[in-house]
């Protein structure tokens, strides 16, 4: 596809990424000869998935979650629609990086690791966004039951304004979905998979506060406990409870409190971790008293 190009009321501007699933690109919507102006994400079923009954249906239940959830720290979705016969999402676009990009370009660069202030106050910010959606209820009032099951550092966006936001809730749970198939289906990134969803068996959300324990310890270590390993080294070794030392920077008066938190995270029985986002968060703003609390979006 050539850019840029007309679609629907928008214009789509750059590809910003495409998965199995979908093709998300940048773009632009301008009313009143550019008097109002939004950039936003168009997020796209893919030509050879349109037409596709299970697909669509899958496209239409991450459209209807993330309508009924408004939180600062999950990006917003503003439209679902269609355009000839291929159905697409507008949402929020976040500029800036994912936790990823700037892990890398921190150790690339200048060598080291995002500090640990900052990065612990990043996870706090995603896990008030778990902690909402884990608890959310539709326009009707009914319990929705979001389990995100793909919570890991691409997923974790951070603006140029040091604004959190979780996105992508493409293979969430959630209850009365169209695709009912999802709910005891493996899905997700396999570094950042809980035992239970490994095993394909039922999920709720302990399952995102385990794929948190990971990524707290990928902050905290500045690389993942299972980088460079395949994909059945990495089910080895989180069903043996393999997740490797807790390198803590040594400025940091109380690293014990932190592989604590670490340990309770990513207990291998679902009964013995943090049972939501909420405790979790507390948990974290005890390690971060030591270094000044939690930071502000001006300080992240």
Known sequence: MSFPKHYGEYLLLERLGAGGMSEVDLA?????????????????????????ERHVRMFQDEARINAELHHENIAQVYDFGEVEDEFYLAMEYVPGMDLRQIQRILAKRWGRRLPLREGLSILRS????????????DTLGRPMNVVHRDVN??????????????????????????DETQTHGMKGKFAYMSPEQIQAKDVDARTDIFAMGLVLQEI?????????????????????GRFGELSADPAYPKPELLLDIRDRALDLRASARYPDGKSFVEAID???????????????
């Open 220 to 240: 905290i270590n500045g690389i993942s406990p299972f980088a460079g390993l395949n994909e059945v080294q990495i089910i080895h070794r989180v069903m043996k």
């Open 126 to 137: 995603v896990l008030l966004g778990l902690q909402y959606a884990h608890a959310a209820v």
């Open 286 to 300: 005890v390690a971060l008293e030591p270094i000044g609390g939690p930071c502000t979006t001006a300080n992240i």
């Open 153 to 178: 550092p691409r997923n974790i966006m951070v603006s140029i304004h040091g604004d959190v936001k979780l996105i992508d809730f493409g293979v969430a749970k959630a209850t009365h979905k169209l």
């Open 28 to 52: 632009r919507r301008e009313v009143a000869q550019g008097a109002y102006v939004r950039f936003v994400v168009i997020k796209r079923i893919s030509a050879k998935n349109v037409g596709k």
